[in-house]
């Protein structure tokens, strides 16, 4: 039998805990570990035994989480998913330490519907699973499959012919998800500030999109900022699909904007790559130019074949720098990359492309 990955809980609330025991126990492929109500348990917890996945919560007693997670990556390295609330400060702090070596940020769970519930347990699940494959970690050696789900078909039908070319402005779209953030950086800080339009998909719960595209916005040349529905899709600008939401680009005579938009989870994510690369193929055609980067899964594979279809150039970020060669190497299996490159010569690429 497959090893399981073995979890620590670390947060200070009781009810938090016993929810992450019960989402996490649900999947076969993990197993709850322990459980502690502040770093100083955890850290004799650690002691006794060392878990592949630690799920770390922000703002505890006697010692935060960041604090912790210093601490953790400077004397045991241990792939860490920052669990965090929906506030603003939270976010921030959450954003901090991504930069600090965790993998992933996901949502406190809370009550809800059922169907609320079931999404939060796909994304907490798939969340430990692929901190356990991060680079530069503690590797698993099992492949975890991606269970059955939802296509782009349940937002927008694919398309019946090719889009038509009214315009030659070029449009990129990027998806991303584990290690994303820091690579969307590292990307969109190299890029002029004329640069084309930029679309993207980052992997991110509701809330933090808000945080991450303001942060990003004071460090690059560029504008960035989350999509509103409606907005123009210009030159020097990029627009972050918000958390929670599917993003989809579309397209008025020579115009490019972007609608935001509800939906089930399609590829196990809302928002999706999928759903944006498939609006690219379908509204901009031979004008994309489309990139797909770090994540665990196969998010964007097929939406990315599509746009190759429909006529536009794709890069995929190498193995060599992704935190997880999933979403690239999906791609590229099947047959939607044009062009593999290293992470920091994928800015060159696109413009390249685009000129």
Known sequence: MPKKIKVLIVDDSAVVRQTMVEIL????????MSTAGDPFIAADRIRQEVP????????????DGIT???????????PVVMCSSLTEKGSETALKALEYGAVEIIQKPRLGTKAFLEESR????????A???ARLRRVSAVTHQVAPKLTADVIMEKPKSQA???????VVVVGASTGGTEALRTFLESLPADC????IVQHMPEGFTRAFSQRLDGLCRITVKEAENNDTVVRGRALIAPGNHHLLLKRSGARYYVEVKDGPLVSRHRPSVDVLFRSAARYAGKNAVGVIMTGMGDDGAHGMLEMKQAGALNIAQDEASCIVFGMPNEAIKLGGVDYVRPLDAISREVLRLCN
Not at 25 to 32: A, F, L, N, T
Not at 68 to 78: A, D, G, R
């Open 52 to 63: 592949d996945v630690i799920t770390l919560d922000v703002e505890m007693p006697r010692m």
């Open 68 to 78: 912790f997670l210093h601490k953790i990556m400077s004397q045991h390295p241990i």
């Open 131 to 133: 901190a356990s494959q």
């Open 196 to 199: 084309p339009g930029i679309v």
């Open 25 to 32: 126990s649900s999947d076969p492929q993990i197993e709850v």
């Open 122 to 129: 796909v994304r907490i699940c798939d969340a430990v699973k």
């Open 164 to 170: 038509m070319m009214q315009t030659t402005e070029k």
